[in-house]
């Protein structure tokens, strides 16, 4: 990932923990890349009405992981406040979109793939956040 | 706006109060673009190495408001832990943005009208999260 | 609009033609909520199945307008091949999402008002590409 | 990549060819990321003044780059004037913002690596473009 090589010669430092900023950012970018693709895949379903409320968390989670995603990459003049806030809702939004994919994962594959990708971006926010205080 | 037009004629009805949500709707996507323009004006200013700070938060407070304001818009299936946590990213993030702007206001008329802006969202997430109690 | 008015007091000028400028940004942002919000309330409706290829292309425009939106909002150090190719894409994409909600006016008031705005946001592009040559 | 792994089992096919839109949906969403990444390394540099244009075309180039890859992510009712269109605005702009990197390669690590990726991706984009026909 060339994010990480950048912030490593930053000319900046936030005071967030390195590794962890690094996990949760590419979990973030990940994890939106995922729900794109698992919406769409649901989307394409014959059993669609099944699978509204996965397609509506989905695209909540995609929009939310790429925005705190943008905002844990920026490392010039960090407010610990907004990054905080902003850890909480891709936290929240993460596990609520895995809870519902987990229902779906016997019979859907992309379902099971994205429960399992919500669920690592759950944990990386959640450790980076309690590395925050 | 047709967005209050689709969510009044809608086939869901969120349980969110629908003149708060509307408005929060209005002023997260006024926010973003808003937040867009100001990032961009700062960046063509003379004294710009005075404004980094101000820019930052601007494309933090873009990125968050667009997103939560997608997430408020959509009806289906709405997840009220999700929206709650998503308001509360958007409210902090939109202060600390507004306080921002406000240092510049004197200087710079985008960041006065773009401080003013960042308020009023402010407001309207708070009085939304308010609603959902 | 804020945008508006920080772009007629922008410390840069882009050699854009401003009325057209302006009417494109409102158009893109416009059209990306709407497109949320269509997509949204597609998902909601009991013929779902029907509307596949609706909500498929609500989301790409509701995306491209966006970062068009962004892109035209942009005021200093434009670069005009950047920006015709933009508005080129949002152009189409409008242009093809129109087509499919007009399929679905007669059945759905939120595709028939997505539609409008769709064309609306096509003709602005249309405009502003035709006077950048 | 996750992404992969739902589009080889989506109970849709586009007719797009596999392997070149794999390695442009990994451009696109990894370009995004980086020039988010670049644009905020700039942002913190003390010569930020000549650093304006990249910046700008940073942003720009994340916006279209991510809205690009999530036109390209989906499968399901895939228009290819669309696709088209998008893959043409994604390869313009990440050509002007690579060539704009390039010259600051040398004062700056992460616009080289920057422009490295933005090189990539207009690759990836030019090859989808050329299987499209």
Redesign the interface.
Known sequence: ???R???E????QSSLARDLTFRC?DNC??C???C??????C????D??EL??C???N??C???C??V???V???????I??V???I??C???CR?CAEECERHAVHH??CR??A??CRSCEQACSDLLASIG
């Open positions: 990932m060339t994010v090589e950048i912030i010669g930053h000319p900046r950012i970018f990940d939106a890349a995922t794109i693709s698992c919406a769409d895949a989307l394409g379903e014959a669609v009405l509204v409320r397609v509506r968390l695209l909540d995609a929009d939310v790429d925005a995603g943008r905002v990459t920026r490392q010039t003049e960090t407010d406040g907004v905080r806030a902003a909480e809702a936290l929240v939004t609520e594959d992309h793939a994205c399992k990708v």
